[in-house]
């Protein structure tokens, strides 16, 4: 079975790496062009683009797939199937319409829940327990295509974003491998989503990254765990963005204050009042500088008893 992979970051880059386990027959590696990347800008490679390059598959970089260069290449490639993971291009219809068996996408939630673009970070973001991988057959529409496999995680409830990114990049893998199995035996189950229970997880913007003390102690945890380590749960500090990438709630404490007031600190952290409970602060990144304990932060920076943490500091 001839099999293009379309994939940039390390997610698809462990689906790939599962089908070359297997001794798939790759005959390309469709990957975003390459980017500067950190503080030097330097060039960098995607994931799959070196795994592919230490495999010696050809790689293909268009900046977009709709145009008729792009389509005549990928003729010319004449795959029996698409596998796309976490590629970061829509596929136009003709493209869809290419390989014999179908276009196959790893969507990382337990579809038709979360469809869209960041569905790890808005499963824990809204306190979910369970999430899993989908393999489905892609249509013109956005994760709406006929669900082949399920594999559900539990997601602990301290577990943070990257975590369950690395847990279902391996699940990911594994599903695909037994998805495409099926496929090439002709026994592949096609089950249609509900779209009446669908939900969304669209991109992260930059306001979602800011918490907001008015909210429930828990739901501002969950926003933490569901940013850490990318992009980070901020706060202001003196007119500076503070992230906090650990926190928890307790229940042991009896002093009260207004919403983003520091109540306490001691040799754990500190102590923040919420719309409703209180939640002690343990790792935070101070801007320009490197995540550290809230015992160090305490050590180099002033924060003291009564003090508010917001956007408006």
């Given at each position: ?6 994939g940039?970051?390390d997610?698809?880059k462990?689906?790939?790496?599962a089908?070359l386990e297997?001794k798939a027959?790759?005959v390309?590696?469709y990957?975003q062009?390459?980017?500067p990347?950190g503080?030097?800008?330097?060039v960098s490679y995607?994931?799959?683009k070196?795994l592919?390059?230490?495999?010696r598959?050809p790689?293909f970089q268009?900046?977009t797939?709709?145009?008729?260069l792009?389509?005549a ?5 004449d ?9 970061g291009?829509i596929l136009?219809v003709?493209?869809?319409n290419v390989?014999?068996?179908?276009c196959?996408n790893?969507?990382a ?5 979360y469809r ?6 808005w499963a ?6 369970v999430t899993?991988i989908?393999t489905?057959?892609m249509?013109?529409?956005?994760d709406?295509?006929?669900m082949i496999?399920q594999?559900q995680?539990?997601?602990g409830p301290?577990m ?8 279902l990049?391996?699940l990911?893998?594994?599903?695909l491998?037994?998805t495409?199995t099926?496929?090439k ?5 096609r089950?249609?989503q ?7 997880a669209?991109?992260?913007h930059?306001?979602h990254?800011?918490?907001t003390?008015?909210a ?6 969950n926003?933490i765990r569901?940013m850490n380590?990318?992009p980070?749960?901020y706060?202001?500090k003196?007119g500076?963005?503070?992230k906090?990438?650990?926190a928890h709630v307790?229940?042991?404490?009896s002093?009260r204050?207004t919403?983003?007031?520091?109540l ?11 719309g409703?409970g209180?939640?002690?602060?343990t790792?935070?990144?101070p801007?320009?500088?490197?995540q ?5 932060f305490l ?9 508010t943490?917001?956007?408006?500091q």
């Amino acid at each position: 079975m001839r099999i293009v992979f379309m994939g940039t970051p390390d997610f698809a880059k462990s689906s790939l790496a599962a089908l070359l386990e297997k001794k798939a027959q790759v005959v390309g590696v469709y990957t975003q062009p390459d980017r500067p990347r950190g503080r030097g800008k330097k060039v960098s490679y995607s994931p799959v683009k070196e795994l592919a390059l230490e495999h010696r598959i050809p790689v293909f970089q268009p900046p977009t797939l709709k145009n008729d260069l792009v389509y005549a290449q990928l003729l010319e490639l004449d795959p029996d199937i698409i596998v796309v993971v976490a590629y970061g291009q829509i596929l136009p219809v003709r493209i869809l319409n290419v390989p014999s068996l179908g276009c196959v996408n790893v969507h990382a939630s337990l579809l038709s829940k979360y469809r869209g673009a960041a569905p790890i970070h808005w499963a824990i973001i809204n306190g979910e327990t369970v999430t899993g991988i989908t393999t489905m057959f892609m249509t013109e529409q956005l994760d709406a295509g006929d669900m082949i496999l399920q594999k559900q995680l539990t997601i602990g409830p301290g577990m943070t974003v990257g975590e369950v990114h690395d847990r279902l990049a391996i699940l990911g893998g594994e599903l695909l491998v037994a998805t495409l199995t099926l496929i090439k035996h002709g026994n592949c189950p096609r089950i249609p989503q509900n779209d009446q229970e669908a939900t969304y997880a669209p991109m992260l913007h930059d306001f979602h990254e800011v918490i907001t003390w008015d909210a429930n102690a828990q739901a501002i945890v969950n926003k933490i765990r569901g940013m850490n380590p990318w992009p980070g749960a901020y706060t202001m500090k003196n007119g500076e963005r503070l992230k906090i990438y650990g926190a928890h709630v307790i229940t042991d404490f009896s002093g009260r204050g207004t919403p983003g007031q520091v109540l306490a600190i001691d040799l754990d952290g500190f102590v923040v009042q919420t719309g409703e409970g209180i939640l002690k602060v343990t790792h935070v990144q101070p801007a320009g500088k490197k995540q550290m304990a809230a015992t160090e932060f305490l050590k180099g920076y002033q924060l003291g008893i009564g003090e508010t943490l917001g956007t408006g500091q």
